[in-house]
């Protein structure tokens, strides 16, 4: 849904970008096992749900730049990921145990807004 964010001069910075802003229909979530568990801080988890996607055969649809102009968060070096060159090499072979699977939480609220659905967990 981010196809124009602010930290890119507005503009799709390659083709398989999926970060910023995203939405699944469920079943294609849990399909893909979510995101990785792996990573922390700023970097690779957007790059690593690419992977997942095209490892599933699993296609995207980009809202148009005029529609998907986001203001981006600040990223700071500090927050940088170190790991995540490493990480996302490894990615098609955790996909399958590293995710929505391997993550135990608990249910604590759920709300159907307008448009989305509020989930708040306990991990």
């Known amino acids: 849904m ?3 964010p602010s930290q890119d001069n507005y503009r799709t910075r390659y083709t ?3 970060g910023g802003v995203m939405n ?3 079943e294609d979530f849990l ?3 979510g995101y990785s568990n792996e ?3 700023w970097g690779g988890e957007d790059d ?3 992977y997942r996607m095209k490892a599933s055969a699993m296609d995207f649809e980009r809202v148009p730049p005029e529609i998907g102009r986001y203001t981006s968060l600040i ?3 500090r927050d940088k990921n170190p790991r995540r060159m490493a990480l996302l090499q ?3 072979k955790r996909q399958a145990k590293d995710g929505v699977s391997s993550l135990p939480y608990r249910l604590l609220s759920s709300s159907n807004e307008k448009l989305y659905t509020h989930l708040l967990v306990a991990v």
């Open 16 to 18: 398989i970008l999926v």
């Open 39 to 41: 990573f922390w801080g």
């Open 48 to 50: 690593d749900m690419a």
């Open 90 to 92: 490894g990615s098609k």
């Open 24 to 26: 699944f229909p469920r």
């Open 31 to 33: 399909k893909l096992n």
């Open 2 to 4: 981010s196809s124009a």
């Open 75 to 77: 990223h700071g070096d």
